[in-house]
């Protein structure tokens, strides 16, 4: 499992075996970085993240095999990389 960065202008297409986490994913991060700032909307994403597991809204086991992506640069921090450190 991998994080890829998506752009949807480009071709539009992921590659095989990859789920987009972006909105309106219910793995997405609510927490928009243009309102929080990127580490702000990051911490909040790990206490929702964190939260949303214990209470079995989210099952992280569903996303298991595959590599992940968003749209973030793969040089920026991403609610994905929270995501695949909490699966570890």
């Known amino acids: 499992m991998k994080r890829i960065s998506y752009n949807r202008y480009n071709d539009g297409k992921l590659p095989q075996g990859t789920k987009l986490l972006t909105r309106p994913s219910r793995f997405a991060n609510p927490y928009k970085v243009s309102e929080y700032g990127r580490e702000e909307a990051l911490r909040l994403f790990k206490i929702y993240l964190d939260d949303q597991v214990k209470k079995g809204i989210l099952n992280l086991e569903e996303l298991r095999g595959f590599n992940l992506a968003c ?16 699966m570890k």
Request: overall charge negative.
């Open 71 to 86: 749209v973030c640069s793969l040089e920026e921090k991403c609610h994905v990389d929270i995501i695949l450190d909490k």
